[in-house]
């Protein structure tokens, strides 16, 4: 399994990203709270068996949010990952993934940074969705090839 991620690396603030504010924001992007792993995942559905979008983990190890502290929690920042395959529809996952990345940076005044912490731009969010796009037409046509 592959893993697109877009990094959101360093608050600009050096106090780091407000753990409420981060709360707030993931619940207004319809992340939900994974209790068991400590961790926040977008879903396609509000569906209880809907596929995994991607998740959101603390860069800060072991990568857990402290959900019942948030109000004291502070983070340099956040990670979003998304498994390939994963989604029935990769590239709304892509989007839904960027989307989210871009709010924090508004709401919250961060930096988006891909997996090797360079500054992404919007040429490398589009080479960034091609890439996602061959996977998704890559696997397609695997499956149709094992259908036969």
Same mark, same amino acid.
Request: hydrophobic share 40%; glycine share 6%.
């Given at each position: ?15 780091? =990203? ?6 707030? $924001? +993931?619940?207004?992007? %319809?992340?939900?709270? *994974? @209790? /068991? ?35 004291? =929690? ?6 979003? $990952? +998304?498994?390939?395959? %994963?989604?029935?529809? *990769? @590239? /709304? ?56």
């Amino acid at each position: 399994m592959l893993k697109k991620s877009l990094s959101l690396a360093f608050s600009r603030d050096p106090e780091g =990203f407000d753990g409420t504010k981060l709360l707030e $924001l +993931m619940m207004v992007c %319809g992340l939900r709270y *994974s @209790s /068991a792993m400590g961790v926040f995942h977008r879903f396609e559905t509000e569906s209880d068996d809907s596929e995994l979008q991607f998740s959101m983990v603390n860069v800060v190890k072991p990568g857990t949010f402290p959900i019942e502290e948030m109000g004291e =929690f502070m983070t340099p920042g956040i990670t979003l $990952l +998304m498994p390939l395959p %994963g989604a029935i529809d *990769s @590239s /709304a996952a892509f989007e839904a993934m960027v989307e989210t990345a871009m709010v924090v940076v508004r709401h919250m005044g961060g930096e988006l940074k891909d997996e090797n912490r360079s500054v992404m731009t919007a040429q490398t969010i589009e080479f960034a969705r091609q890439r996602v796009r061959e996977f998704e037409r890559r696997h397609r046509l695997h499956r149709q090839m094992q259908a036969r």
